[in-house]
């Protein structure tokens, strides 16, 4: 006698649907942390410092991280020079972010010479529009970025539409170390990560 096998329901597809969206998500956040997690730092043209928040004259806590290292980079010989990306971050500041950003790093030891800088993009994309805007204007190839772990892969994916030839060097003392800051930023990435491919399928 054959036995018959029940086609799954509503519920029964709603179910699977589920688990696959679970797992894609959870195989995306891996990648996004194994991506962080990397650290390709090695000789190149320049070490590229993406923007975040800054206080009138002062970085906020998570650019400064970034800032010192990418410094740290320079230091350590691995370019010759740095770019720092950042715009205005709000009306009256009297700082762009990378202004801010120059101004540590003169403070720290780097000749003028050794720093570059935009003051106008306001978004990753843009930090990276400028900065290879930078890199062509003076004859630069290659580039280390510099940002926080989980930022990492959209950065380099960004580069990648850039044609930035690119490595990653994350910052090790990321400011995003409590549980409930690296879920709400991996949250971040995740919208930003879909919302990047529907928009280059469209």
């Given at each position: 006698?054959a ?15 589920l688990c ?13 942390i194994w ?30 991280e ?14 010759p ?6 715009g ?10 990378s202004?801010?950003?120059?101004r540590?790093a003169?403070k720290?030891g ?10 106008v ?23 280390i ?11 380099l ?6 044609d930035?030839?690119?490595l ?30 529907f928009?280059?399928?469209?």
């Open positions: 006698m036995v018959k096998h029940r086609r799954p329901g509503a519920w029964g597809w709603a179910w699977r649907l696959v969206v679970l797992a894609w998500l959870l195989a995306v956040s891996a990648w996004i991506v962080g997690d990397r650290d390709q730092a090695a000789p190149a043209d320049v070490i590229i410092v993406l923007g975040a928040a800054a206080y009138d004259a002062k970085p906020s806590p998570v650019f400064e970034r800032i010192r290292h990418g410094l740290s980079l320079y230091h350590a010989g691995y370019a020079k740095l770019i720092f990306t950042g205005f971050g709000g009306t009256g500041a009297r700082f762009s972010e202004q801010v950003a120059e540590y003169l720290h780097v000749p003028g010479k050794d720093v570059l800088i935009e003051t993009s306001r978004t990753t994309r843009q930090n990276l529009v400028e900065a290879r805007a930078l890199m062509q204007r003076e004859g630069m190839h290659t580039a970025i510099v940002s926080d772990p989980l930022h990492m892969a959209r950065a994916r960004l580069c990648k539409e850039l930035i030839d690119a990653a060097s994350s910052t090790p003392s990321t400011r995003f170390r409590s549980f409930h800051t690296r879920w709400r930023f991996l949250l971040q990435e995740l919208y930003f990560f879909h919302r990047d491919l928009l280059s399928a469209a």
